[in-house]
């Protein structure tokens, strides 16, 4: 599955950006969908997981850095995941990307295993 990862910008700290994970073509109805991160001189990391397969019933899961900062969510007749992320801090600035797998679930998410990754998008919290 092609993904596309759009929505990243700069933020002041204390405010918000909403990340979407497109693709289009491809129903992600099937798939574990995980947001990964990675800032200048740092390995990348994992933050937020949720399986779209039906009957999954959403399932979610976070890094304890952005539990309950940011919301990951799906919109199956859209083809798209999303990542809310609020209260954001100087140390979030990275790359976000999107990736998927074929797993049902996935957690923690590794690299190695998602299949198919969007290009990133930065993400610049300063103000």
């Known amino acids: 599955v092609q993904l596309q990862a759009s929505g990243g910008g700069l933020v002041q700290p204390g405010g918000s950006l909403k990340l979407s994970c497109t693709a289009p073509?491809?129903?992600?109805?099937?798939?574990?969908i995980a947001w990964f991160r990675q800032a200048p001189g740092k390995e990348r990391e994992g933050l937020s997981c949720?399986?779209?397969?039906?009957?999954?019933?959403?399932?979610?899961m976070y890094e304890d850095s952005v539990k309950g900062r940011f919301i990951i969510s799906s919109d199956n007749a859209k083809n798209t995941v999303y990542l809310q992320m609020n209260s954001l801090k100087p140390e979030d600035t990275a790359v976000y990307y999107c990736?998927?797998?074929?797993?049902?679930?996935?957690?923690?998410?590794?690299?190695?295993?998602?299949?198919?990754w969007g290009q990133g998008t930065q993400v610049t919290v300063s103000s």
């Open positions: 990736a998927a797998s074929g797993n049902i679930w996935i957690w923690p998410p590794e690299d190695y295993e998602f299949d198919s």
């Open positions: 073509g491809t129903s992600l109805d099937r798939y574990a």
């Open positions: 949720i399986s779209t397969y039906d009957g999954g019933d959403g399932k979610t």
